[in-house]
Nanobody
Framework: VQLLESGGGLVQPGGSLRLSCEAS????????MSWVRQAPGKELEWVAG????????EYADSVKDRFSISRDNAKKMVNLQMDSLKPEDTALYYC???????????RGQGTQVTVSS
């Protein structure tokens, strides 16, 4: 299983970023996929998830109405569009299979998002 994230960076408050994740090594189209994040000194936090149907999505309250998750099963990719970014969104963002929080969860190496003026 390989999950490769990209798209992180430094952005000012109120700005936008789009994260992408390329998946390989498993039957991507069969699995629920998530984005999770970890801020310095804090626990891993589930951010958003999308079912295998490419349509049904779920969000943490902290990002609802600002972030949008999508996936393309044919391309084996999952994306996270992040708008109206806040300094508290600063974290290392991971693409994950299923919810991505438990021991042994499958996650990528992460991409850093920093929101600062």
């Amino acid at each position: 299983v390989q999950l490769l994230e990209s798209g992180g960076g430094l952005v000012q408050p109120g700005g936008s970023l789009r994260l992408s994740c390329e998946a390989s090594g498993f039957t991507f189209s069969s699995f629920y996929m998530s984005w999770v994040r970890q801020a310095p000194g804090k626990e891993l936090e589930w951010v958003a998830g999308i079912h295998a149907d490419e349509t049904t999505t779920e969000y943490a309250d902290s990002v609802k109405d600002r972030f949008s998750i999508s996936r393309d099963n044919a391309k084996k990719m999952v994306n996270l569009q992040m708008d109206s970014l806040k300094p508290e969104d600063t974290a290392l963002y991971y693409c994950a299979v299923a919810k991505g929080l438990g021991p042994g969860s499958l996650r990528g190496q992460g991409t850093q998002v920093t929101v600062s003026s």
